[in-house]
């Protein structure tokens, strides 16, 4: 049995727990008539999760004030299939960043406000397994909701899953993608040409600046290529003069030395697509 330390609505409350101090409690009438001090049965709930900060717990309790209860619920059968999907139990600030963003974005389409989102593409490309999970949550709240939920949307909600994934903040995934927008702009200028986005070698590039920028940020590099560089060097200047200025980019953008090998593997990539 668990102590309610405090009821936040009829379906949610904040009980006393031997092993994690504070646990918020969910399950369908739950807090009904339950007042502080009150014992419930934890089998009663239909989830539970910690929030073990402080800080998280009074967000989540403000979360309560202006979300109502049924979205709450949606919320945590969103979150329960997220964590299905991926077979992990996902860090606990999800249900905070995840359902203040949700329910934000349910009132803009209500309103009839356009949800715009320069990144999708660039998204899905970089992270194709939560923007596969995301796409299957919208498609879940629209039909729940009775909406017509526009498709930038998947991107912001496979970018909030990326983040509770990786324990990396929303700020730095979100950092990362606009990254790579902004080098393929680069590339387009630089070489001047508009990139299919649907063409192969265009996603081979996406996926290796992906790539690239998480090896840099970890500090994994490749081997030195000095050799193929020189070649590389000759034979393509325009593209490799490109995958320097590119490379200069990712490093003032990640304030991280970029190994020269990496001026290879772009160069590659670029003369790839300048053949379009």
């Known amino acids: 049995m668990l102590t309610v330390k405090k009821v936040l609505n009829n379906n949610v409350l904040v009980a006393k727990h031997p092993n994690y101090e504070e646990v918020i409690l969910i399950g369908k009438g739950l807090g009904f008539g339950k007042k502080t001090g009150d014992l419930v049965a934890d089998e009663q709930a ?16 403000q979360l309560l004030d202006y979300v109502d209860e049924n979205f709450i619920g949606l919320m945590n059968d969103i979150i329960e299939m997220v964590e299905e999907r991926f077979s992990v139990t996902l860090h606990e600030h999800i249900h905070i960043a995840l359902t203040d963003h949700l329910f934000y974005a349910m009132k803009r389409v209500k309103q009839g406000l356009d949800v715009s989102n320069p990144f999708l593409p660039e998204t899905e490309l970089a992270y194709p397994k939560e923007f596969a999970v995301a796409s299957e949550l919208v498609d879940y709240l629209s039909k729940e909701l009775d909406l017509s939920i526009p498709p930038g949307e998947i991107g912001f909600v496979a970018l909030h899953i990326h983040s509770a994934l990786t324990r990396r903040s929303l700020r730095e995934v979100n950092r990362h993608t606009q990254l790579i927008s902004e080098l393929v702009s680069v590339t387009e200028d630089s070489l001047n040409i508009e990139i299919d986005r649907k063409d192969v070698n265009y996603l081979r590039l996406v996926r290796h600046l992906h ?10 590099y490749f081997d030195n290529q000095e050799s193929l560089k020189k070649v590389l060097q000759a034979e393509y200047p325009v593209c490799y003069n490109l995958s320097w200025k590119l490379m200069k980019i990712m490093q003032q953008a990640l304030k991280k030395p970029i190994p020269e ?13 300048s053949k379009q």
């Open 46 to 61: 239909e989830k539970f999760f910690v929030l073990k900060e402080e800080k998280e717990q009074e967000q989540y309790k």
């Open 211 to 220: 790539h690239a920028i998480e090896r840099i940020t970890k500090g994994q």
């Open 261 to 273: 090998a990496e001026s290879v593997y772009l160069t590659l990539h670029l003369q790839r697509l």
